[in-house]
C-alpha cells in the first residue's frame, strides 16, 4: 500500500476568471509530509526494506526529510536526516518530532548530501536521495494519473505548471504524462525557477548539467545547485518544455495571493509554479506561440512545502515590498 495519500484537485474560481478558462490546482500540500515528496520517496523506501535496509539516510534542505522522516515511522525504521544550515530551526524540529536523528552539515545542500552518501555505505543502511532517483521519479508520476481521474472527462490541460529545483518533480510529472493510460505527451510543461536557485536554466543554456556558484534565492527547497540528468534528458523527449526563471519577489507575492485566496500557507519554492498563474509571466510564450493564446484548462502542481510560517510570510512580503 503506497504511504502518500490522493490529494484533491480543486478548481480555482479566482484563477478562473483571471484566465477565462478553468485553473485547477493539485495540492500536495495537503500531503500527511506537508508536499508532494513523499510519493517518490515512500515509494523508494517501500522498495529499500525488501532488501534488509535497516536505516534510511537523507539529505534534505527539509522537504525531502520529512517524507523520509514520515516513511521511516510508518515502516518501523530508523531515519538520519542531514540538513545544511540554511534549513530553518522549526524544520528541524518537525523532523525530531517524526522520530528522526537530525545532523547540520554544510552551508549548501551538496555539503549534507557528500555526508549522506558516505554514513549510508555503513551496513543496513539506504541512502534516500532527495530527488534524483528513478524510483522517486516513478513514484511522483502517481500525482498525474490522479490529475487525469480527477478532471472532467475529456478535459485535457492547455499547460501544466510545475516548480523545478533538482527535477525530480519535474521528472515524475512528464513520466506521468508520457504513460499511455494518461497519454498528454502533447501538453506543454512550464518548469518555474527563482533567479538565484535556477540550476535548470543554466543547464538548458549550456547544453548540460553545470552547477551553480551558490543558492542566493529565498527559495531554498529549490536549492540544488545542479539539475539531475533525467531532467536534461526530458528536454529532448518533451518537446514542449519551457523553462521560465522569475524574481523571488514574484514567488513570495504568488504565496501571498495563494494564501488571501485559497486560506493555505505555501512556501517561495511553491510560490514559483504558483506564480505562472498569478503573474504575466506566461505572456512572451503566448505571444511566440509556444503556448496557446487561449487556454483550455490550466493545472498548477501546489507542491507545498514545510518551511512556512505565518511570521516567515510576513518577513518575506516586508522583505520584499509585497503588500
Known amino acids: 500500500m503506497a504511504l502518500h495519500i490522493e490529494t484533491p484537485l480543486i478548481l480555482s474560481d479566482s484563477l478562473s476568471k483571471r484566465w477565462k478558462c478553468p485553473v485547477y490546482l493539485k495540492l500536495e500540500n495537503l500531503q500527511n509530509s506537508g508536499t508532494f515528496k513523499l510519493r517518490g520517496i515512500g515509494h523508494l523506501c517501500q522498495k529499500a526494506i525488501k532488501t534488509g535496509c535497516q536505516r534510511f539516510i537523507c539529505s534534505s534542505g527539509g522537504n525531502a526529510g520529512m517524507a523520509a522522516a514520515l516513511a521511516g515511522r510508518q515502516l518501523n525504521r530508523a531515519v538520519t536526516i542531514i540538513v545544511p544550515e540554511t534549513t530553518p530551526v522549526l524544520v528541524h524540529e518537525k523532523l525530531r518530532e517524526l522520530g528522526a536523528d537530525v545532523t547540520v552539515h554544510g552551508s549548501e545542500w551538496d555539503a549534507a548530501d557528500a555526508l549522506a552518501r558516505e554514513q549510508a555505505k555503513a551496513p543496513g543502511c539506504q541512502y534516500i536521495p532527495p530527488f534524483d532517483h528513478p524510483d522517486i521519479w516513478y513514484g511522483h508520476s502517481s500525482m498525474i494519473h490522479e490529475i487525469r481521474r480527477q478532471l472532467p472527462k475529456d478535459l485535457r490541460p492547455a499547460m501544466v505548471s510545475v516548480a523545478v529545483g533538482g527535477g525530480g518533480l519535474l521528472c515524475g510529472v512528464l513520466e506521468g504524462m508520457h504513460h ?9 510543461v512550464v518548469a518555474m525557477e527563482t533567479i538565484g536557485a535556477d540550476c535548470f536554466s543554466a543547464a538548458v543554456k549550456a547544453g548540460k548539467v553545470v552547477s551553480l556558484g551558490a543558492i542566493t534565492s529565498v527559495a531554498k527547497c529549490l536549492g540544488s545547485k545542479v539539475v539531475c540528468q533525467g531532467a536534461m534528458d526530458w528536454t ?11 524574481e523571488d519577489r514574484e514567488a513570495i507575492a504568488a504565496c501571498a495571493r495563494f494564501t488571501d485566496e485559497h486560506r493555505m500557507l505555501v512556501e517561495p519554492a511553491c510560490g514559483a509554479a504558483l506564480s505562472a498563474v498569478y503573474g504575466d509571466c506566461l505572456t512572451p510564450l503566448q505571444e511566440d506561440g509556444r503556448l496557446p493564446g487561449e487556454m483550455s484548462c490550466i493545472v498548477v502542481i501546489v507542491c507545498g512545502g514545510n518551511a512556512v510560517s505565518t511570521k516567515l510570510m510576513e518577513d518575506w512580503k516586508q522583505q520584499f515590498s509585497v503588500e
Open 236 to 246: 529532448k523527449r518533451h518537446s514542449k518544455l519551457h523553462n521560465v526563471v522569475i
Open 180 to 188: 499511455q493510460d494518461v497519454g498528454w505527451a502533447d501538453v506543454p
